[in-house]
């Protein structure tokens, strides 16, 4: 299950925050975490698909520190959560791999940056637990042609 959410990343300042509206970047996401669960019920999502930039923008809400980033990348379309931990190993750079789902409270929201999205482009999944252990592996994402079309409609 997936679902594609539009905004404009301009209508944000550095903080993450609105100030036309001053909601927060994250309150925005619960609002999409609530309409997926409402699509899909009783199924939340629990993987945040986002360009960098997006990645930026939750890590400014998150108030981290100048070493640390958000989101890990896909592997030929796939999450290796241990792959990731073993790259960041080697970085300068701490990596935050999940946040808390603000819906689903026991279940992390996988924050995973796919720069082949277009700006203002998230896609909220529920990705079933695979049975290797604690190693996530989504569907492979959507081909960027297709997130692209979805924008213009």
Same mark, same amino acid.
């Given at each position: !299950? %997936?679902?594609?959410?539009?905004?404009?990343?301009?209508?944000?300042? #550095?903080?993450?925050?609105?100030?036309?509206?001053?909601?927060?970047?994250?309150?925005?996401?619960? %609002?999409?975490?609530?309409?997926?669960?409402?699509?899909?019920?009783?199924?939340?999502?629990?993987?945040?698909?986002?360009?960098n930039s997006t990645m930026y923008l939750i890590k400014n809400c998150? @108030?981290?520190?100048?070493?640390?980033?958000?989101?890990?990348?896909?592997?030929?379309? #796939?999450?290796?959560? @241990?792959?990731?931990?073993?790259?960041?190993?080697?970085?300068?750079?701490? !990596?935050?791999?999940?946040?808390?789902?603000?819906?689903?409270?026991? %279940?992390? !929201?996988?924050?995973?940056?796919?720069?082949?999205?277009?700006?203002?482009?998230?896609?909220?999944?529920?990705?079933?637990?695979?049975? %290797?252990?604690?190693?996530v592996r989504p569907e492979v994402p959507v081909g960027t042609e297709?997130?692209?079309?979805?924008?213009?409609?």
């Amino acid at each position: !299950m %997936e679902q594609h959410y539009k905004f404009k990343h301009a209508d944000f300042n #550095e903080d993450g925050i609105n100030p036309k509206d001053g909601k927060f970047f994250l309150e925005v996401i619960r %609002e999409w975490e609530l309409d997926f669960h409402n699509r899909f019920s009783p199924l939340f999502s629990n993987c945040i698909f986002a360009n960098n930039s997006t990645m930026y923008l939750i890590k400014n809400c998150l @108030d981290l520190g100048n070493q640390e980033d958000c989101g890990m990348d896909s592997f030929d379309g #796939e999450i290796d959560l @241990d792959r990731s931990l073993e790259l960041e190993k080697y970085s300068k750079r701490t !990596m935050v791999f999940a946040i808390g789902s603000q819906l689903n409270l026991d %279940e992390p !929201m996988w924050l995973v940056r796919n720069d082949d999205m277009v700006e203002g482009m998230v896609i909220l999944k529920y990705v079933p637990d695979s049975d %290797e252990g604690d190693e996530v592996r989504p569907e492979v994402p959507v081909g960027t042609e297709k997130i692209k079309s979805k924008l213009e409609r």
